[in-house]
C-alpha cells in the first residue's frame, strides 16, 4: 500500500537494506518496512550447506580415478560474500535476482578440487584408492590452514569423499590381481596348516615310537630280571634239593644204622611183620614160596 513493503528475515538470515545506493541496515534476523521503488533487499542465508561433487582426477602414476564426495560449508562472514555475489532478493516472493548464490556453491567445490587434485598427483594409484580417508582429511585442513574460502567468507565445516575408484578396466585388473594375492594367501595357509600337521604328526610318532623303545628297554629289564630270579631259583631249589637228598640220607643211614649188625633174616622177620601190620596200606603184595625162597637164600648169601 503506498509503495511501501514489510520484510522480515529468517533466524538464519543475514539481511542488508540499501536505498539510494547506501547501506541503511543490515544484520540477521532483520525486520523492517521499506520503499519497495528505492529499496535494495540482501538475504545471505547463514546457516551450513551441503554441495556433493565427482572429481575426475589423474594419480601420479598417470591413472584416471574418480572421486565422489561431499561437503559440508557455512558462511560465517556474510559482508565479504555480498561484495562478492550478488544475494539481492524480490522481497514478496523471496527468489534470488541473480545465479550467484548457486556460483558461490560451484566455487566452493572448484576450490575443494584444486586441492584435492593437488593431494592426488603426489601419489600412486594404490596410495589414492586406500587412503580415502585420509586424503579428504589433508585436504580439508588445507582448506582451512590456508584460508583458500577466506575471500567468499565461508567456512568448510565438513569433507567427506565418499567413494574413489579407478576406471573399470583398472579396476577388473586390480580385482584380479587382489583375488590372486587372497588365493595365494588362502594356498600359503592351507600349506602352512598341512606342514604344522605333518610336524606335528611327527612328533606324535617320534614320542610313540621313543615310548615303544621305553616300553621293550622295559621288557627286557624284566626279563632279565626274571631270568636272573628264575636262575636264582633253580640254584636255590638244587641246593634244597642236595641238602634234603643229604638229609634224606643220613636220616636213612641213621634209621638203618640199628639194623646193621642184625642177622639178615631177623631184619627179613622184622620188615614181613611191618608188612602184615601195615597190610591196610598195602595194595597188592604177592610173596610166593620161590620169592621167599631167593630172599632168604639172598639174605643168607649176604650173611656168609
Not at 195 to 221: M, T
Request: no cysteine; charged share 30%; aromatic share 6%.
Amino acid at each position: 500500500m503506498f509503495g511501501i513493503g514489510y520484510f522480515k528475515a529468517q533466524p538464519t538470515e543475514f539481511v542488508r537494506k540499501v536505498s539510494g545506493g547506501r547501506v541503511k541496515r543490515e544484520g540477521q534476523a532483520l525486520s523492517f518496512y521499506y520503499r519497495k521503488r528505492t529499496t535494495s533487499i540482501v538475504v545471505v542465508p547463514v546457516s551450513s550447506a551441503d554441495a556433493a561433487f565427482v572429481f575426475n582426477e589423474q594419480t601420479g602414476n598417470y591413472q584416471a580415478v574418480t572421486i565422489q564426495g561431499q561437503l559440508t560449508y557455512r558462511i560465517v562472514e556474510p559482508r565479504r560474500t555480498v561484495e562478492m555475489l550478488n544475494y539481492a532478493v524480490e522481497p514478496r516472493k523471496r527468489a534470488y535476482l541473480s545465479q550467484d548464490p548457486e556460483r558461490l556453491k560451484q566455487r566452493i567445490v572448484v576450490t575443494v578440487q584444486m586441492e584435492t587434485r593437488r593431494q592426488v598427483e603426489g601419489r600412486s594409484l594404490e596410495g589414492v584408492l586406500g587412503n580415502g580417508a585420509s586424503i579428504s582429511e589433508e585436504v580439508q585442513e588445507e582448506v582451512r590452514s590456508r584460508d583458500l574460502l577466506a575471500p567468499l567468507g565461508v567456512e568448510l565445516l565438513s569433507l567427506n569423499f565418499t567413494s574413489v575408484s579407478p576406471n573399470p578396466e583398472v579396476g577388473k585388473a586390480l580385482e584380479a590381481e587382489y583375488r590372486e594375492t587372497l588365493l595365494r594367501r588362502a594356498d600359503e595357509a592351507i600349506y602352512a596348516r598341512r606342514a604344522a600337521a605333518v610336524e606335528e604328526e611327527g612328533k606324535i610318532k617320534s614320542n610313540e615310537l621313543e615310548g615303544e623303545i621305553s616300553l621293550v628297554r622295559e621288557r627286557e629289564r624284566l626279563i632279565d630280571l626274571e631270568a636272573a630270579n628264575d636262575r636264582k631259583k633253580s640254584q636255590a631249589w638244587g641246593e634244597r634239593r642236595e641238602l634234603e637228598a643229604g638229609f634224606t640220607t643220613r636220616a636213612n643211614e641213621m634209621e638203618l644204622a640199628p639194623y646193621r649188625d642184625l642177622d639178615p633174616r631177623k631184619v627179613l622177620a622184622l620188615a614181613m611183620r611191618d608188612i602184615g601190620n601195615n597190610a591196610g596200606k598195602v595194595g597188592n603184595l604177592n610173596i610166593t614160596s620161590e620169592v621167599l625162597a631167593d630172599l632168604l637164600q639172598a639174605e643168607g648169601n649176604g650173611a656168609r
